[in-house]
């Protein structure tokens, strides 16, 4: 059972442009989360995710961000017209039905030029 | 609001001395409790988790944890460590209702003095 799979690894972005991340979660699971990392301020909630459905997106900057998970398909966490700001690293995170334990990806490191 | 505290930022201790990492949180209900490792680099593995029952719960490498409702804690502990433990900690609170999300606090970077 292949982990949670997150692509890119590495992204580099113009100011400007979009960036598009994905995940694939852990066949069978339901649920997935997204978190963005600084240094030195741990990981931030950004949204939950269930399957055609946003649970809660209270983490979500209100401009510029986006979140799916698709029926098919993997969870897409969209970041528009990127800014230096955004240069993070963000994780994905899925989990079974049932279950609120959450299996970590290895992360896409965004920077933005 | 859940939310989760971690005091310290960084903690250093020799190899084969033991260790605790603190960690308080705060929630409105019977939290589910985590704590997770992140090597430079990589994403976060789970070391344990608390749900119900013995308070006192084993993880992965030696790792354990107490919970106590009195005091909000769930403390990481280890009685010796490694060089390998080296690394950051994780500390997160959740809940068993689905609609609600896993909190992090933010991380206690641990290093092993040779």
């Known amino acids: 059972n292949a982990g949670v799979m997150q692509n890119p690894r590495h992204l580099v972005r113009r100011r400007g442009q979009e960036a598009r991340l994905r995940c694939s979660p852990m066949k069978g699971h339901s649920h997935v989360y997204w978190y963005r990392q600084l240094p030195e301020e741990g990981l931030k909630f950004m949204v939950y995710l269930q399957k055609e459905n946003i649970i809660d997106e209270s983490g979500m900057p209100k401009e510029r961000f986006s979140a799916e998970f698709p029926k098919e398909g993997p969870s897409i966490l969209r970041i528009q017209q990127v800014v230096r700001g955004d240069s993070a690293a963000y994780f994905c995170?899925?989990?079974?039905?049932?279950?609120?334990?959450?299996?970590f990806g290895q992360g896409t490191r965004l920077t933005v030029v | 609001a859940q939310s989760v505290t971690q005091p310290d930022i960084h903690i250093t201790v020799s190899e084969g001395a033991s260790l605790e990492l603190r960690c308080n949180y705060s929630?409105?209900?019977?939290?589910?409790l985590f704590w997770y490792v992140q090597s430079p680099g990589q994403g976060l593995q789970l070391l344990l988790k608390?749900?119900?029952?013995?308070?006192l719960v084993q993880g992965i490498k030696g790792f354990e944890a107490e919970f106590k409702r009195s005091q909000s804690s769930f403390n990481l502990r280890k009685p010796s460590v490694h060089w390998s433990d080296a690394a950051e900690y994780f500390c997160a609170v959740g809940a068993g209702n689905r609609d609600d999300k896993i909190i992090f606090g933010k991380g206690t970077r641990l290093h092993i003095l040779p």
């Open positions: 608390y749900f119900s029952g013995d308070t």
């Open positions: 929630y409105g209900a019977t939290p589910y």
């Open positions: 995170a899925s989990s079974p039905p049932g279950l609120a334990e959450a299996f």
